[in-house]
């Protein structure tokens, strides 16, 4: 059986001063390595994740109220509190607290809660204990003198409380209240307002018990209605008494419940309605009022929780169909007031345990229709949202994308909860989600193109587009089962932008897959089409829909997607051709070009891979080692023309690399006999390249020609230059003068240049331009 004395909520303190509920499990006290010692842990009762690790410092101070609170900050603006269910656990643990603190566990409070300085401290520790005037009408001035001279001092504030607490101080007063109002004693009421405003900013808990006891609170209101800065008294007692009526709808029979919550209401009366507005200084001093009224209110919802019978007559009187539309709002609630209520715990549950929410609603599929599931129920609610702004729709989306997302989803040995839930919410709950969705695009446009509908649609594609990202086979099926992207396509056609771009976002997410699934279900049904449409329509307005379209296309370029490319230009091209300000559209012909190209010459591109491999794809250590050689050489100890060769690259074979070329020359010379020069590339993003040319002398062809058949070729045994040859040191190598000469505008830069291979010979290029000429001398004869 669950240990009760050590069960407690955690709470934490929120800007608005207001305390947020952290969770509920079980404290215990032990001393944490990490911390260095002693400290709190709680430990939740659902998971047994850590909610609280707090270690217990020697300087802080904590404050024990009602018998079930302990509470403390642990930084400027922290403040934490546990609320325990026994007073057993409560003082068990402050025990623990006091221990540490060296402390007395019949104390309230464990340290001043406000440092103040030495010499003060210094006063007031060698003083006596705080000695209160006798409680004498004829000394009122005098306390109010002296109550108002110690909420300044934090010692002097404690050492008041303690003489007010022990010397049943406070009932005097009220007994003096009494003797006031019959004698019609302005000037004294005026000071008892004074006095009790000053104890109220004491923050003192065991003080609050008093005055907001059954037999005391009204007076301490009587007190506080004589403001000396008004000119006539409050009537306070008058409202509470007369005008204010406590209602049961349901009997209430726990006299104990009853008075808590009498309490409650009063002390909530006084915080908001008779104290005046507290100032920046006085705020912090009213922070244990602010506590006892929030976990009344926390004790009052445990009690009615415990009371079976106040909650079955409850839950009877709101499901009867007879009970009528007055009884329901007595009850606590009307539709509307119901609707948010039950969307705030749904939320609640969602946040805290979202695979509670989906074990249940899976088993609820076992029993129930599709139409009565919970998750439909939701999606039927954000559909049917009345707010103009859908502020419930956008919540519940919210909601629903927690449930569907597999990043909170666990996975155990036995199953796995993604599989399992998706499996079930394909199934079960995405025909109610794209409903509006597939009746709203039947035809070439929206049918219902308003506000509020384009608003639905536009949180339904948002939910839609994070399970293309998320969800991957799952709802690619359903989308290409269901025909789903060209229905999203049709909302392009919406004259409300944000929802024809939540419809292009959704087809870009589905294209930056680059599946090639996805990318034939395009092709087939040509959903270009809509997207180029909307494009042309848009004109020379540069907007984010101009700007989407273009970056769409963009990528389909950069990332090369071959399938994608070539559809849009067979298809759309005529449309695209004149687009001139971006050079996307002329690159993604380009590309579809070389495609073309290499699908007619396959040895074209098998020699372009052979060239790569051995002319610019070189080991990796040999080049360092060419690098160094180059490097470490002295130019004075060269002679002019003199070139530095490798060893390594002369005794390759070259056979397998000049006989491709020879033929591809021979075919380039029959084709373009009238051409001296091509150009081979331009730049796609709208800037001009450096031109690169090639440029063939006859000589040069026929070099290359002969050099196919040649028996002695660079590298070979005996030729000229190569390694071991008797040629002459001074001499060039033939091979140099064999070459294609390749111009650019800054110098050679290798045998041929292909389009595919200009983003990395770029880089090569960038280099060679800031060589010095001997250098690039070097590295041409290389």
Same mark, same amino acid.
């Given at each position: ?52 690790? !707090? ?32 007073? &057993? ?68 504030? %404690? ?10 101080? +406070? ?37 609050? %018990? ?6 005391? +609170?009204?007076?301490? +209101? ?107 709002? %007595? ?8 609707? !948010? ?17 989906? %074990? ?74 794209? &409903? ?119 990528? +389909? ?183 294609? &000469? ?41």
């Amino acid at each position: 059986m669950t240990d009760t004395r050590r069960r407690v909520k955690v709470y934490t303190l929120n800007e608005d001063r207001q305390w947020d509920d952290r969770g509920t499990g079980h404290v215990s006290s032990c001393y944490v390595e990490r911390l260095k010692g002693m400290s709190l842990l709680v430990r939740a009762e659902s998971d047994g994740s850590l909610l609280l690790e !707090s270690k217990i410092n020697p300087n802080t101070a904590y404050q024990k109220q009602q018998d079930t609170l302990i509470v403390w900050s642990e930084a400027e603006n922290y403040d934490l509190a546990l609320s325990f269910q026994e007073k &057993a656990g409560c003082d068990e643990i402050w025990e623990k607290i006091c221990q540490v603190q060296g402390k007395d566990p019949s104390v309230d409070i464990t340290q001043d809660l406000v440092d103040e300085s030495e010499e003060e401290r210094f006063d007031d520790m060698s003083s006596p204990g705080l000695e209160l005037p006798s409680c004498e009408l004829s000394r009122l001035e005098e306390i109010a003198e002296l109550v108002a001279s110690s909420l300044p001092s934090p010692l002097r504030r %404690e050492k008041l409380a303690l003489a007010l607490e022990n010397e049943g101080y +406070i009932k005097k007063l009220l007994e003096i209240f009494h003797v006031c109002e019959d004698l019609e004693n302005i000037e004294g009421l005026h000071h008892l307002y004074e006095i009790i405003k000053g104890i109220f900013l004491l923050n003192r808990t065991a003080l609050f %018990e008093v005055m907001f006891s059954e037999e005391c +609170i009204m007076d301490v +209101i009587g007190c506080l209605e004589y403001d000396p800065s008004l000119s006539q008294s409050r009537k306070h007692r008058e409202f509470l008494t007369k005008t204010a009526k406590f209602k049961e709808v349901i009997p209430i029979s726990d006299p104990e419940l009853k008075q808590k919550i009498h309490q409650t209401y009063r002390v909530q009366y006084i915080q908001d309605m008779v104290l005046p507005t507290p100032s920046v200084f006085e705020e912090n001093m009213l922070s244990t009022l602010h506590s006892f009224i929030f976990f009344n209110k926390v004790e009052i919802v445990g009690m009615l929780q415990e009371d079976e019978k106040f909650l079955t007559d409850l839950f009877a009187q709101l499901t009867d169909e007879a009970t009528d539309e007055e009884k329901r709002q %007595e009850l606590g609630m009307d539709d509307a007031q119901v609707r !948010s209520a039950a969307t705030d715990i749904f939320s609640y549950l969602v946040e805290y345990n979202p695979s509670m929410v989906r %074990e249940f609603v899976m088993q609820e599929a076992q029993q129930n229709d599709d139409d009565i599931l919970l998750i439909n129920l939701i999606i039927e609610h954000m559909i049917c949202d009345t707010d103009p702004e859908l502020g419930g729709a956008v919540l519940l989306m919210g909601l629903l994308r927690t449930l569907v997302d597999p990043e909170n989803m666990l996975a155990t040995a036995n199953k796995t909860e993604k599989t399992e839930f998706l499996g079930f919410f394909y199934k079960h709950c995405m025909h109610v989600l794209t &409903a509006p969705l597939l009746a709203n695009t039947t035809e070439d446009k929206p049918s219902k193109d308003d506000f509020q509908t384009a608003q639905l649609l536009a949180l339904i594609l948002e939910l839609l587009t994070f399970c293309v990202e998320h969800h991957t086979y799952h709802i690619k099926n359903y989308i290409i089962n269901k025909d789903i992207l060209r229905r999203v396509l049709v909302l392009m056609a919406s004259k409300h932008a944000f929802l024809a771009l939540c419809a292009l976002r959704f087809k870009r997410k589905i294209i930056g897959l680059k599946d090639e699934f996805y990318n034939r279900y395009i092709m087939k049904s040509f959903l270009f089409e809509p997207v180029v449409k909307a494009f042309l329509n848009n004109g020379s307005r540069y907007n984010l829909m101009n700007s989407a379209i273009i970056e769409m296309f963009e990528f +389909i370029r950069v990332e090369d997607i071959k399938s994608l490319t070539a559809h849009v230009i067979e298809n759309y091209w005529k449309a695209l051709e004149d687009v001139d300000y971006v050079q996307t559209f002329k690159g993604l012909k380009l590309r579809f070009e070389q495609q073309r190209e290499r699908q007619d010459n396959p040895k074209l591109d098998s020699m372009r891979s052979i060239l790569r491999n051995h002319r610019y794809r070189r080991d990796a250590r040999t080049l360092e080692d060419e690098e160094e050689m180059w490097f470490n050489t002295d130019e004075d100890d060269m002679e002019d023309g003199e070139a530095v060769v490798p060893p390594s690259d002369k005794t390759k074979n070259d056979e397998d690399i000049m006989d491709p070329i020879s033929k591809f020359m021979e075919r380039k010379k029959l084709k373009e006999s009238e051409e001296k020069e091509v150009l081979l590339k331009t730049n796609l993003s709208g800037r001009q390249s450096p031109s690169f040319k090639l440029s063939f002398s006859s000589g040069t062809k026929s070099n290359l020609t002969s050099q196919s058949s040649a028996s002695n070729l660079p590298g070979s045994p005996g030729s000229p230059g190569s390694p071991g040859s008797p040629g002459s040191p001074g001499s060039v190598s033939k091979s140099t003068s064999q070459m294609a &000469a390749i111009t650019t505008k800054g110098g050679l830069v290798g045998l041929v240049d292909y389009p595919d291979d200009d983003e990395e010979d770029d880089e090569d290029e960038d280099k060679e331009e800031t060589l010095p000429l001997s250098k690039k001398a070097k590295l041409e004869s290389s």
